[in-house]
């Protein structure tokens, strides 16, 4: 049996990106009104996902990794060249002024990731990094039709294997919801899982996203039965896979 393929082999990761909608106040400031009102809309943040990330790492006995700062400032699951990894009222700064916001509040988050990967590898373990987010149900009066979607890059046979088996554990957990991969978006577009996977081997690293659909949460906090689901998906996950 290859190492890989004891569950024991694999130490978790939680990360999550869109966790709040903090804005310091001197950049508060720079925003127009439209924008400020929008941090609390599914575009400044991912309601419920910090909830989820916190259930799942006690769950696992894992770390987690968050950031509170909005999207609308910096969004920590772009790549940091991207065109929109600073929100819109900063990508016309001067690069000097880019700088110090990425400075500030991006790279400390992605730099405490890849210390805790790095961690992880050294201690001989490969990592399975789980990052929560959650999407809007409704999108430019497009309805999406899933209730969980998994991301992740199908051409990595580790990622493949590790999201067949987590949908396996939530199909049995919730039979009703409709658990869809790489939707509403692709595992391979621009993000952290992504950015990380350039740098990590298939054997080292697995990055998966868990977007969760807002309308699953009341004044965004899971109910009961996601809690208890999530924890025993999670759970099982390590007990069946092999
Ligand atoms: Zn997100």
């Known amino acids: 049996m290859a190492k890989a393929d004891d569950p ?55 770390p987690l990794l968050y950031t509170k700062i909005s999207r609308l400032l910096v969004d920590c699951n772009r790549s940091p060249q991207h065109p929109r990894c600073l929100g819109p009222a900063f990508r016309d700064l001067d690069p000097a002024e880019r700088n110090f916001i990425q400075a500030a509040w991006y790279w400390p988050h992605r730099n405490a990731i890849e210390a805790e990967i790095l961690r992880i590898l050294q201690s001989g373990s490969s990592v399975l990094h789980l990052a ?10 497009e309805r999406r039709t899933a209730e969980v979607g ?8 580790w990622e493949k294997m590790w999201s ?13 919801w409709r658990l869809r991969r790489n939707y509403p978006y692709l595992g ?4 952290l899982t992504t950015w990380l996977r350039r740098h990590y081997g298939p054997q080292e690293y697995v990055g998966i996203e868990i977007e969760w659909n807002q309308a699953l949460f009341t004044r965004n906090l ?6 208890r689901g999530l924890v025993r998906s999670l759970r099982n996950l390590f007990l069946h896979f092999s």
């Not at 391979?188 to 993000?191: E, M, P, W």
């Open 8 to 62: 024991g082999h694999w130490s978790v990761l939680i990360t999550c990106e869109h966790a709040g909608h903090q804005v310091p106040a001197a950049f508060l400031r720079r925003m127009s009104k439209s924008q400020q009102k929008d941090l609390l809309t599914h575009k400044g943040w991912d309601p419920g996902a910090l909830a989820m990330a916190r259930h799942a790492a006690v769950a696992l006995e894992a």
């Open 132 to 141: 929560m987010h959650s999407f809007t149900p409704v999108l430019d009066g």
């Open 150 to 157: 998994l991301l992740y890059d199908p051409a990595r046979p």
């Open 164 to 176: 067949d088996a987590l949908l396996k554990e939530m199909k049995s957990e919730w039979p009703t």
């Open 188 to 191: 391979t577009s621009d993000g």
């Open 222 to 227: 899971p109910d009961a039965r996601m809690k």
